[in-house]
């Protein structure tokens, strides 16, 4: 099963708005990061919030961690047509092992 | 240079036949990754290596054969591989830690279709 789940499966906005990703996770992690992909192709890497951090902000990009909920939500404020692309939400879990579990993924449409 | 570079980017393949994916990075990154992608899935982990040694095998079958020649360099060899083996195959690199974790930087990806 998937590690880490984002919510909603798909959101739709018009340009200048916010959006907002969730992802829930069920197991201690070391990190959290966030991607992005465009029509299947390789993916891009947006933001790592390490287990320690509550909040982290690149450019229109936030980051919230709550451990105690296990959960993650990627805000990005006044969002532009190039946003629209697919995100995800990749956990490393605690223990040392490098491997990354990508949750399903949300699919973000910015209409301009 | 912060790029990871996979070719082919596409491939067409017969059950018989024998081909090899090709990635390469010049990052200095020590971590090496293969992911397999499905239409609408998020990538699974195939491998890791570490200092061009296989550390992470996530049960792939043996038709998956990967290879580090050297830090810069990863192959995946593929042999009479079925169907339902049609996806998008990602490889990626990253810094390598036990104790921390970096962010993992991505080729565009081989888009494998198996006939």
């Known amino acids: 099963s998937q590690q880490g789940e984002e919510d909603p499966q798909a959101l739709s906005i018009q340009e200048g708005e916010n959006a907002t990703m969730n992802c829930s996770y069920k197991?201690?992690?070391?990190?959290l990061q966030w991607y992005r992909q465009n029509s299947g192709r390789g993916l891009v890497h947006l933001i790592l919030?390490?287990?320690?951090?509550r909040e982290k902000h690149s450019g229109r990009l936030r980051v919230t961690l709550d451990t105690s909920k296990k959960s993650s939500s990627l805000l990005i404020t006044a969002s532009r047509a190039e946003d629209t692309d697919s995100y995800f939400c990749?956990?490393?879990?605690?223990?040392?092992?490098?491997?990354?579990?990508f949750g399903k993924g949300m699919k973000l449409t910015v209409n301009p | 240079d912060t790029e990871v570079t996979q070719t082919p980017k596409h491939l067409v393949m017969g059950m018989t036949n024998k081909k090899s994916l090709k990635c390469e990075q010049h990052m200095g990154h020590r971590a090496m990754y293969w992911y397999k992608q499905k239409a609408k899935k998020p990538p699974e982990l195939m491998f890791v290596y570490s200092y061009e040694k296989l550390s992470i095998n996530e049960s792939v079958p043996s038709r998956f054969s990967p290879e580090c020649p050297n830090s810069s360099l990863l192959n995946l060899h593929l042999h009479a591989l079925q169907p339902e083996d049609s996806a998008l195959y990602l490889c990626?690199?990253?810094?390598?830690?036990?104790?921390?974790?970096?962010?993992?930087?991505f080729g565009p990806g081989t888009r494998l279709t198996v006939t």
């Open positions: 919030i390490r287990s320690n951090e």
């Open positions: 197991t201690s992690i070391n990190n």
């Open positions: 990749a956990t490393r879990t605690q223990g040392g092992s490098e491997k990354l579990v």
């Open positions: 990626a690199s990253s810094q390598e830690s036990r104790r921390n974790s970096y962010e993992q930087y």
